[in-house]
Nanobody
């Protein structure tokens, strides 16, 4: 079955960086549009960055210029490079894969920003 497994979350100081990874299995990775979302407790899930199967990217205004999404189809992996992390960024970060009416979600990875 399809699995998306996020990794790379953790504790970082304000202004620091993290790189999240999402390894996909059980699917034809290259034909899926991939994305990263985050969700804080009690809040709606927020889209952060999207990358199409063709490599086009799109970012939320809150992270543009700080976050970069990339994919490696040979490794079935999508990445989210996060720079200049600030106290508004801590959340659970989720990876998603979407194609037509089908979408899959990972289990999430926690990002904490604290000094």
């Amino acid at each position: 079955q399809v699995q998306l497994v996020e990794s790379g979350g953790g504790l970082v100081q304000p202004g620091g960086s993290l790189r999240l990874s999402c390894a996909a299995s059980g699917m034809s990775f290259s034909i899926y549009d991939m994305g990263w979302y985050r969700q804080a407790p009690g809040k709606q899930r927020e889209v952060l960055a999207l990358i199409t199967s063709g490599g086009r990217t799109n970012y939320a205004a809150s992270v543009e210029g700080r976050f970069t999404i990339a994919r490696d189809n040979a490794k079935n992996t999508v990445y989210l490079q996060m720079n200049s992390l600030n106290p508004e960024d801590p959340d659970v970060y989720y990876c998603t894969a979407a194609r037509m009416i089908t979408d899959y979600w990972g289990q999430g990875t926690q990002v904490t920003v604290s000094s």
